[in-house]
């Protein structure tokens, strides 16, 4: 072994090698517009500069550094199958990506295509509805601690989901979304963009899976919601990628006048999963709730970094982020609500609760509150306790053994949260995936 | 036929000894009511037998149909017959009472085998009925912002589920109105049989008009010092605790 590897820095790009670059752009349909092209080397030439986090760095306080790696990845190449993920619910259209590419897809109804709701991929929306895209796709700046790993997803983006929903459509089933990483290497970068025009309402599934838990995978994913006038838009995200993945994904919401956004993210799957949420309040009356709801394993790190920011009068937002730790996982919460000067008659609230089934669990919280208009009505908080054990007892008293009864505790913990959901399917299929989390 | 045998039970909460060498055998089909002035014991002695971990044997046993349940966990010795009726049911927010009395259920079956949801909603619904519990109870959470009567009358619906073979009731009546009272007491009267012992505990005689018990014990200092029939209810309900008291230390004197 020679001094210089031990001493060596970090690859400033590991896997994702110049030579990896120009491959990935190679691969792309040559319809793709020039500024995409463009955008995308430019966001490459950032990633390759920019350093990774540091132990300094207050966006990564509490973070596990050392595990941070962009080596040992492969841009992997399409498969012929991929695993059988039931949803639970029925779908108005799906889009099925593996390993950046579509894979398979379920079409809208005739009806609402000729009612003009859009469900396409990205490579096919920049062509076919180029300005919706290029206003929208990844506008936001990243502000949440990510530059590098927001600059990678754009310059490896190859193709993920398109959703738009024109003017007073409103659709009763979800949209589903399903990403796969497949492959003991694999590195993906999925993107789902969701439009809603003026009073349109659309729910959208998105489920992130890997083949097995053993894939030490890599994903840099994002999405952007963009509610417009009066439009509702309800996501939820499962991701539950290979328990050996590193991952990091970053949602960008974007909420106008008297416009809804409900957000829920279940976080299961990763090693070191973090997820940025930012969620901009841009004309009176809009409101954003913010789900989220994390089971923590050992050999697990869940990072979630949330900014919410209040840009006009009379907006609302609502955060309830829940996690149950058990073994020896780790969590952390930073939350930051920022309420603009003219921003009156805010109505904010933040709140991290942590549920410890184990001593040896770790749960970080940072909640944060930057006001600036004076006249606003904000909460936050941040708590963390342990099963109670006369509840345990209770339900113990009524001949269920001690684990069995735990769990029960946890599924009523995160009940509230799933409560907040108005589709009952979903509130189902969402329980039953935590269920089968608990059961492995 | 069943039996619960205490004897000579010993139980201390920390250092301090609450029950002081308690000995009482109740039969199935019989209904033992435990009277006795407040900090005496009598909640102590239901949580000690249910197995609350706050608690600590330190002498005597309890035997279950002749086997000691000292050494099992409390879910083991609800799978074994014994309920505990709380005074104060804890609030369990996100578990409906439909799933909360499944996985009581589902406990008490075979590793691998599945409950029967449809025979369980059929099972818990004439439960229902005969309790005269609304349906719309199901899908609430446990207790949680229940009145004091809604919680009684869950208690009661979770005995008349779980079918034990002891019921101990820590101070049923307390916080009940007269028409609350009336409605848990029938609830145990239907359960009442041959298939079923019963500990009652309370402070008040009002309970023992509605429940008739087969036998009454006054409870002092840890201690039963008097046992009767329901006759005895009524006497200490005429001449009240300070009796048993000044009778006690005329004894021992």
């Given amino acids: 072994m020679s001094a210089t590897t031990l001493t060596a820095p970090p690859s400033l790009v590991g896997s994702f090698t110049p030579e990896a670059f120009a491959a990935h752009l190679a691969s792309l349909p040559p319809t793709l517009p020039a500024w995409w092209i463009a955008r995308k080397r430019a966001a490459y030439a950032r990633f390759a500069a920019l350093p990774l986090p540091s132990r300094t760095d207050e966006l990564w306080r509490f973070s596990s550094i050392g595990t941070l790696t962009l080596d040992g990845f492969t841009l992997p190449a399409a498969v012929t199958s991929v695993p059988h993920a039931p949803s639970g619910i029925p779908q108005a259209a799906k889009l099925v990506f593996a390993n950046g590419r579509l894979f398979s897809r379920q079409p809208l109804s005739a009806e609402l295509s000729a009612r003009g709701v859009i469900v396409d991929t990205l490579q096919n929306a920049l062509v076919q509805h180029e300005t919706l895209v290029r206003e929208h796709l990844l506008a936001q700046p990243p502000k949440l601690g990510s530059p590098k790993f927001a600059a990678l997803h754009e310059a490896f983006l190859a193709d993920g989901a398109f959703i738009s929903v024109p003017r007073d459509v409103q659709l009763d089933l979800p949209i589903g979304i399903f990403a796969y990483a497949l492959g003991a290497t694999a590195a993906v970068f999925p993107h789902t963009l969701v439009v809603a025009g003026e009073n349109a309402r659309v729910s959208v599934v998105e489920y992130f899976g890997s083949g097995d838990d053993t894939e030490a995978q890599f994903a840099a994913g994002a999405n952007d919601l963009y509610a417009g006038h009066g439009a509702q838009i309800a996501y939820i995200g499962k991701q539950s990628w290979s328990r050996r993945a590193l991952s990091f994904q970053s949602n960008s919401t974007v909420v106008r006048r008297d416009a809804r956004v409900q957000s829920l993210n279940l976080h299961l799957g990763g090693r070191q999963a973090r997820h940025e949420s930012l969620s901009q309040l841009a004309a009176p009356g809009a409101f954003s709730e913010m789900l989220a709801l994390t089971v923590a394993e050992t050999g697990q790190e869940f990072d979630q970094r949330t900014l919410q920011i209040h840009q006009a009068p009379n907006t609302k937002s609502d955060l309830l982020y829940k996690n149950a730790l058990r073994g020896t996982a780790k969590t952390i919460f930073s939350g930051l609500i920022v309420v603009d000067p003219d921003a009156q008659k805010t109505d904010a609230y933040q709140s991290n609760r942590n549920l410890m089934l184990s001593d040896d669990a770790e749960a970080c919280s940072l909640p944060g509150l930057e006001i600036q208009a004076n006249d606003v009505r904000c909460t936050h908080g941040a708590t963390s306790s342990r099963i109670d054990p006369e509840q345990e007892f209770y339900l113990q008293s009524r001949g269920i053994a001690k684990e069995a009864a735990d769990e029960l505790l946890t599924f009523g913990f995160f009940e509230e949260v799933l409560n907040r959901l108005v589709n009952d399917d979903l509130h189902e299929a969402l329980r039953t995936l935590i269920q089968t989390k608990f059961k492995q | ?253």
Avoid at chain 2, 7 to 16: A, F, N, Q, R, T
Avoid at chain 2, 170 to 198: F, H, K, Q, Y
Wanted: net charge negative; glycine share 10%; proline share 3%.
């Fill in chain 2, 1 to 253: 036929m069943s039996s619960l045998v205490i004897h000579d039970l010993h139980v201390s909460i920390g250092e301090k000894p609450i029950v002081k060498g308690l000995t009482l055998t109740i039969n199935s089909g019989e209904v033992h009511a435990i009277m006795g002035p407040n900090g005496t014991g009598k909640s102590t002695l239901s949580k000690a037998i249910a197995g609350h971990p706050d608690y600590t044997i330190t002498g005597g046993d309890v035997l279950l149909d002749g086997v000691s349940i000292l050494s099992q966990e409390a879910d083991e010795r609800a799978r074994a017959g014994i309920f505990l009726a709380f005074q104060y049911p804890s609030e369990i927010p996100g578990v409906s009472i439909a799933n909360f009395l499944r996985a009581a259920q589902q406990a008490r079956m075979a590793e691998g085998e599945e409950l029967d949801a449809s025979a369980y909603y059929k099972r818990l619904y004439s439960k229902m009925d005969l309790l005269k519990i609304d349906r719309k109870f199901t899908s609430r959470s446990v207790n949680e912002g229940f009145s004091g009567g809604e919680k009684k009358r869950c208690e009661i619906l979770q005995m008349a589920m779980l079918e034990p073979k002891f019921a101990l009731m820590d101070e049923t009546d307390s916080g009940l109105d007269i028409d609350a009272l009336r409605i848990v007491a029938d609830g145990v009267n239907t359960m009442r049989g041959p298939n079923l012992g019963v500990l009652l505990i309370t402070h008040y005689q009002r309970l023992l008009d509605y429940i008739v018990p087969d036998h009454v014990h006054v409870m002092y200092d840890g201690r039963i010092v008097k046992s009767g029939d329901k006759s005895l209810a009524l006497e200490l309900e005429a001449k009240g605790y300070d009796w048993i008291k000044k009778e006690l230390a005329a004894t021992t004197a």
